[in-house]
C-alpha cells in the first residue's frame, strides 16, 4: 500500500522517523532527507503496516528516493508518474535502471557523481 503524507500527518514520522534518523539511507543513496514543509511523501508500507520506502515531491520534482527492494520502488514510481506531472528531478544515481525500466528519461550529469536527472516523457 501506498500513502501519501506530508509532515503535518499525525502518523508522518511514526513512518519516516526512521529514515531521518538512520545513516543507512543517507549512505546508500549519497543524498540527505529532510522533512521539509512542502514536500508530499509517498511512502510504501507493507503488510506489516512498516515503511520500505518513499519518495518525496515538491511542485512535480522528485526530491527523495529510496527503497529497500526494487519492486517497491517501482509501484512507488508508478504512483508517483500517475498523480503528477515528473519535471526535471536531480535524484540518487542508485536506481538509475529502475527509473529507466518505469519509463523515466535518465540523463548523467557531467558535476554530479552520485546522482542523475529524471523527467518523466508527458
Known amino acids: 500500500m501506498i500513502l501519501k503524507l506530508t509532515n503535518k500527518d499525525t502518523n508522518f514520522y511514526n513512518y519516516m522517523g526512521k529514515f531521518f534518523g538512520s545513516r543507512i539511507v543517507q549512505t546508500e543513496t549519497k543524498d540527505r532527507i529532510y522533512d521539509d514543509n512542502n514536500k508530499l511523501w509517498y511512502i ?3 503488510s506489516d503496516n512498516k515503511p520500505y520506502g518513499f519518495i518525496s515531491v515538491c511542485d512535480g520534482i522528485m526530491k527523495n ?18 498523480d503528477v506531472k515528473i519535471e526535471p528531478s536531480i535524484v540518487s544515481k542508485l536506481y538509475e535502471n529502475l527509473y529507466q525500466e518505469c519509463g ?19
Request: charged share 25%; aromatic share 12%.
Open 44 to 46: 510504501y508500507i507493507d
Open 104 to 122: 523515466l528519461i535518465v540523463t548523467h550529469l557531467d558535476n554530479y557523481k552520485h546522482f542523475v536527472m529524471i523527467r518523466g516523457d508527458k
Open 65 to 82: 528516493i529510496y527503497a529497500n527492494n526494487p519492486d517497491y520502488l517501482k509501484e512507488l514510481l508508478s504512483q508517483v508518474q500517475k
